[in-house]
């Protein structure tokens, strides 16, 4: 009993955090499918343009593996369903969105801080 009286802040902030965080997997599940999709896509293209940032050119792979850790943190639950190859093709599409943002957008090539050419 003791244990609940001197503890008992922390266990209100654990209770909280996990009833935050229930209700953002339920939010997120109760989307339709493709509604879903659109966010992870969504979600995609800003951890290419990170990755790029962060790892430069020339490092494919480690990029993949980067945008895939970053992935499986931010939805944990969706990575169980989603196969490796399925997201690697979902990264190849928003690596093409990035190209094609760097190309037309100067600030978000400043921010990456590439030279396209």
Do not use: C
């Not at 659109?38 to 480690?62: C, D, F, H, R």
């Not at 499986?72 to 990575?79: G, Q």
Request: aromatic fraction near 14%; glycine fraction near 4%; charge should be negative.
């Amino acid at each position: 009993m003791n244990f609940l009286i001197e503890n008992w802040p922390l266990l209100v902030a654990a209770i909280a955090v996990i009833a935050v965080a229930a209700i953002y997997v339920v939010n997120f599940f109760k989307k339709p499918g493709s509604e879903q999709l659109a966010k992870v896509k969504e979600w995609l293209l800003y951890a290419v343009v990170q990755a790029e940032k962060e790892l430069g050119g020339g490092t494919g792979q480690i990029k993949l593996r980067y945008v895939y850790d970053m992935f499986v943190t931010k939805f944990p639950v969706v990575s169980n369903f989603v196969t490796f190859e399925t997201f690697s093709y979902m990264v190849d599409e928003a690596l093409v969105k990035m190209r094609h943002l760097l190309e037309t957008n100067e600030k978000i090539e400043a921010y990456v801080d590439l030279e396209v050419k």
